[in-house]
């Protein structure tokens, strides 16, 4: 079988700093619009009226915690899949990138990821997404994002050596289910993650990721 790269992230050390989110657009030069990597903050929970103080409200399970989440260069690739010129490509080592010289701005990959991973550039006309920073990984380098984080929550590697040493765990809220597309990911879950499919959280920081 050949090697398949894959990333690694540790929720449950992540604080939500946004420095790989950060780190990905500066290194790749990319619009504010564009984010090849992001940081979703999911949480739940509600305040409730204290028994014996007006006006006063408790916390009644409230939680948070943060997810980084790319391009998983899953092993089942729906972009791949479904791209009409051979544009969305998938490399030996598993790294799945754009040939942009033979895309032509579709979006059929966006509309097939279940992670928004391939993302529309409206000013080149043509679909981008992250690459695993190829340029760096076949220099032998770690991606931005890998080397940028301050809490050391990110890693990168032959994704059967991370599950190896990490588990199996590729998926908990609010990332679809692992099955879809099998992705080159494994996740050690915060304290209070919950399972892909069944949280009862919502995404805190939405409006800007629109």
């Avoid at 564009?34 to 409200?57: A, K, T």
């Avoid at 992250?130 to 301050?150: H, Q, R, T, W, Y």
């Avoid at 609010?174 to 915060?190: N, Q, R």
Wanted: charged share 20%; net charge negative.
């Amino acid at each position: 079988m050949a090697k398949q790269l894959g990333f690694y992230f540790d929720s449950s050390i992540c604080v939500n700093c946004k420095v790989c989110q950060v780190a990905c657009q500066d290194k790749n030069d990319l619009p504010p619009h564009l984010r090849w990597r992001r940081v979703l903050q999911y949480g739940g929970g509600d305040w409730l009226p204290h028994p014996s103080r007006p006006g006063l409200f408790i916390p009644n399970q409230v939680f948070s915690y943060a997810v980084s989440i790319s391009c998983n260069h899953c092993e089942k690739p729906a972009c791949v899949e479904v791209c009409p010129t051979g544009a969305m490509t998938k490399r030996s080592d598993g790294i799945v990138f754009v040939d942009q010289n033979n895309c032509i701005g579709c979006r059929y990959c966006e509309w097939a990821c279940p992670y928004s991973a391939p993302q529309y550039n409206d000013i080149e006309g043509v679909m981008s997404k992250c690459n695993f920073c190829m340029d760096l990984i076949d220099k032998g380098e770690k991606p931005a994002c890998v080397s940028a984080c301050v809490m050391r929550a990110l890693d990168f590697g032959d994704i059967e050596e991370l599950r190896a040493r990490y588990g199996n765990l590729a998926a908990i809220e609010p990332l679809p289910d692992a099955s879809i597309t099998s992705p080159a990911l494994v996740i050690t879950p915060h304290r209070h993650a919950q399972a892909s499919g069944s949280g009862t959280g919502r995404v805190l920081n939405l409006p800007e990721e629109l």
